[in-house]
């Protein structure tokens, strides 16, 4: 069992370190014409996987050796820990990756897969809800992307998109 303390500790070192060297490449990318997703997923995803890792030291790694008569206990609270250790990495790659850069007559948004597609702000749709912008594609009315009213710079979008800006619907 100590193979997987040693395992586990291995992962949250090289998930950390990556992370780190992605926040530093990026931060010197930032102006004000990026746009990225609200800094709550980060801290959020941050401190998830922190307090799993801390929950799986302190409480898997000890009861482990004191029921040896069922080990699969052990395994499924691992693989829980694990998974849900997983889902909180997602939500920092996910604010890492995505990204809108705003140009004069495009955007070139990039995905969490980090997939770029280039837009036209004339083939756009927006639809300015309560708390977000929705925007789609003008032929097919497919959704292209939605940001928060949470992220930073934000209105930089709703600026440059406001004289190309069609009514939807």
Request: hydrophobic letters at 50%; a positive charge; aromatic letters at 16%.
């Amino acid at each position: 069992m100590n193979l997987f303390k040693y395992v586990f500790i291995a992962l949250t070192i090289i998930v950390s370190t990556l992370i780190r060297k992605m926040l530093i490449s990026n931060k010197k990318k930032s102006s004000n014409l990026i746009i990225k997703q609200p800094k709550l997923y980060l801290y959020g995803g941050i401190i998830s996987f922190v307090l799993f890792a801390i929950t799986f030291a302190v409480l898997i790694i000890p009861l482990v050796p004191i029921a040896p008569h069922d080990p699969e206990d052990g395994y499924v609270v691992f693989g829980f820990i694990t998974f849900l250790s997983f889902f909180s990495v997602g939500y920092i790659i996910y604010y890492i990756n995505w990204s809108i850069v705003l140009y004069d007559e495009y955007i070139v948004f990039t995905n969490i897969f980090g997939i770029k597609q280039t837009i036209e702000f004339k083939n756009c749709l927006v639809d300015v809800k309560s708390a977000r912008i929705d925007v789609y594609n003008e032929k097919d009315k497919k959704k292209l992307f939605s940001v928060s009213m949470l992220s930073e710079c934000w209105v930089n979008l709703a600026n440059k998109m406001n004289p190309f800006v069609k009514e939807s619907k």
